[in-house]
């Protein structure tokens, strides 16, 4: 059976040379495996697409080798600012939050947008008022320090250097995301990330922003993005997909295909993205050398990164 089916990602780009280290590779494979176990697990007793995605994507936030919650990189005031989306291919609403401080799991955030606000996206300071409202904690900045990405922040700290996880040469993975369809035909996507180190001036990625980094309609497809995030704003991306299929008549195959090796790579843009349509046939494809991935059906399940 294809159908329920889960997709996960853990962001794109060129393999940091510890990835070469076969612990550290497994270290970064289990917590993939351990995403995709919590949201499939949720799949299989009847729950939906929407709370599968937020699931699998909360577990990687907990997780502090990837780029969202816990593992979030450092802006260039050495803080740390969180981009989250999340949408109901169903029903189309969505929920998003963006640069937002202190909460430990910005998908549910997001999530909770979606459910309890006639609103699709909260920003900044202002957001935290729902959050209390909703009865979130706040954590101190101690606990979304990891020195790895203090390192990766001193390393160009002070320049106008924004290290995206995306470019060449020294550079890692760590946005995270999911896709998921469940036993009725349902679609979710959702996506979560800290954006790009040194990022100023309130910075925001594709990741929350419904139609570029996320987008879902039981239509078409579910999409989840990672990238350099200004292509994927620029390029529509996810909502690209979707509109290639919905009103160009392609494949879902044929869409990715299209978006992420011809359109995205003539304008320069690095990244991948992950996707499912309603059949649970999944596709995740990528520009850069890797893509930290995985997927899991009744079939099928694997976790890759290059
Ligand atoms: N797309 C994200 C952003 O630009 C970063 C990433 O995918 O790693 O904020």
């Not at 799949?43 to 593992?71: F, I, P, R």
Request: charged share 20%; with cysteine.
């Amino acid at each position: 059976m294809k159908i329920p089916a889960l997709a996960i990602h853990g962001g794109s780009g060129t393999a940091p040379n510890s990835i070469r280290d076969k612990r550290i590779t497994k270290i970064y494979l289990d917590a993939l495996q351990e995403a995709l176990e919590a949201g499939f697990y949720l799949l299989k007793h009847d729950h939906s697409a929407l709370e599968t995605v937020a699931k699998a994507v909360s577990v990687l936030e907990d997780c502090e080798l990837y780029n969202a919650g816990k593992g979030s990189v450092f802006t260039a005031n050495g803080e740390h600012e969180m981009d989250a989306a999340i949408m109901d291919g169903k029903t189309l609403e969505a929920g998003a939050i963006a640069g937002i401080q202190g909460i430990k799991n910005p998908v549910l955030l997001a999530n909770d947008i979606l459910h309890h606000t006639s609103f699709v996206m909260l920003s900044g300071s202002k957001a935290m008022d729902f959050a209390k409202e909703q009865g979130y904690e706040f954590y101190p900045p101690s606990y979304f320090f990891t020195q790895y990405r203090y390192d990766q922040w001193q390393a160009v700290k002070g320049s106008e250097k924004i290290k995206l996880d995306h470019s060449h040469g020294d550079s890692t993975f760590g946005t995270v995301g999911a896709v998921a369809v469940d036993s009725n035909g349902n679609l979710a996507a959702a996506t979560s990330t800290g954006g790009v180190t040194n990022k100023k001036w309130g910075r925001v990625g594709d990741s929350p922003l419904i139609g570029a980094g996320t987008y879902a309609n039981n239509k078409t497809c579910a999409v989840s993005c990672t990238g350099y995030g200004e292509y994927f704003i620029r390029g529509v991306v996810a909502y690209d997909v979707s509109s290639r299929m919905e009103y160009g008549g392609m494949s879902l195959e044929q869409a990715v295909q299209e978006v992420v090796h011809k359109k995205l790579k003539e304008m320069g843009g690095e990244g991948g993205l992950i996707s499912i349509d309603s059949q649970g046939n999944i596709y995740m494809p990528f520009n850069t050398e890797g893509m930290y991935r995985g997927m899991m059906n009744d079939e099928d399940s694997f976790t890759q990164i290059l």
